[in-house]
Nanobody, 123 residues
Framework: QVQLVESGGGLIQPGGSLRLSCAAS????????MGWVRHAPGKEREFVAS????????YYADSVKGRFTISRDNAKNTVYLQMNSLKPEDTAVYSC????????????????WGQGTQVTVSS
């Protein structure tokens, strides 16, 4: 298990950008693929993006393709989510998660979760 702490959320106007960070504890960060999920009030938790251990491959939900970019810096034990062209429907609590799978997509593939950071897109 690894401990994950998200940061970078806040209030942003539609069309704006935010960069979320997820800091992981321990020295085994590079052993885990990482993902981002979001949960909005009244909706089911939704997969957003994932990245392989080395950062060589990424996968995105259709709703964020072309707007969001996931990346990682294993030397800093950190994974990022760059969010551009934000829409009101992107409003949610965003959480990062660690997985032993190569490129995780489903909830059962994750073994550790952060508490999340709130992103609110509104004018």
């Amino acid at each position: 298990q690894v401990q994950l702490v998200e940061s970078g959320g806040g209030l942003i106007q539609p069309g704006g950008s935010l960069r979320l960070s997820c800091a992981a504890s321990g020295r085994t960060f590079s052993n885990y693929a990482m993902g981002w999920v979001r949960h909005a009030p009244g909706k089911e938790r939704e997969f957003v993006a994932s990245i392989t251990r080395s950062g060589g491959l990424t996968y995105y939900a259709d709703s964020v393709k072309g707007r969001f970019t996931i990346s990682r810096d294993n030397a800093k034990n950190t994974v990022y989510l760059q969010m551009n062209s934000l829409k009101p429907e992107d409003t949610a609590v965003y959480s990062c998660a660690a997985s032993s799978s190569a490129l995780p997509t489903l909830d059962y593939e994750y073994l550790s979760w952060g508490q999340g950071t709130q992103v609110t897109v509104s004018s």
